[in-house]
């Protein structure tokens, strides 16, 4: 599965990997969620645009981490369980990772490896979810984060959600974000690069999409040990 922060390309990046295993003759298919054609989503909705509250921590880790395991609860039974339990391939963009990242937030520190532990065993274990053999990680700065944020919604803000529109919860979804990469093992792809303009000012670019593909393709084949 393919975890980042906001803006980091896992939609795209998914895409891409999909149909380059495909090319490559492997039966596949690509999972996103929150699944918001899905009236299991409701819940996601409401929380994400401010329905228990106008701040995340409104909602509490534990019952924000429900909201999204049942939706991908739901997927499982009604839609791509079957498709797995043949043989098949799942790519997901987010996963059970999203809720690590996000819901750390919403703790103290010393409380991250409970909750985690916590999150793991009810997705993967009491709800069956099946459990990522690898997570690509696709790294991008809080500030990079923003940026590409703003270019996505054209500068307007008010098309954020209650994550999105936070900034001190983003600066510690990055914090949670790395602190899962190093205790899980997960693989990184650093997904900006930096060039300086006129000597002084660095300028922002993403690196070229099929570059990141590239590497990314790379760590897929090496999980899938394909």
Not at 8 to 36: C, D, M, W
Request: hydrophobic share 35%.
């Amino acid at each position: 599965m393919l975890e980042g922060l906001d803006g980091s390309g896992k939609a795209t990046q998914t895409e891409l990997l999909e149909k380059a295993l495909r090319e490559r003759g492997h039966r596949v298919r690509k999972i996103s969620f929150p699944n918001y054609g899905s009236p299991s989503s409701s819940l996601v909705k409401m929380y994400l645009r401010g329905d228990f509250g106008s701040e995340p921590g409104d909602v509490n880790a534990y019952a924000a981490s429900a909201f999204f395991a049942v939706d991908r609860y739901a997927g499982m039974k009604q839609d791509w369980g079957r498709f797995y339990e043949e043989g098949g391939i799942l790519l997901a963009d987010r996963y059970a990772t999203s809720n690590a990242v996000h819901q750390c937030c919403k703790l103290e520190r010393g409380a991250w490896d409970g909750y985690l532990d916590w999150l793991f065993h009810f997705e993967y274990e009491q709800l069956g979810i099946p459990e990522p053999d690898g997570v690509v990680f696709l790294r991008v700065s809080l500030e990079d984060s923003q940026q590409l944020m703003t270019q996505r919604y054209h500068g307007d803000n008010s098309r954020k959600d209650i994550h999105e529109r936070d900034l001190a919860y983003l600066e510690t979804a990055h914090e949670a974000a790395e602190y899962c990469v190093k205790k899980y093992h997960w693989l990184p792809v650093d997904c900006v690069s930096r060039e300086k303009e006129d000597g002084e000012r660095s300028v922002l670019h993403l690196r070229d999409r099929m570059s990141i593909a590239q590497d990314v393709l790379a760590l897929a084949e090496e999980i899938l040990q394909l």
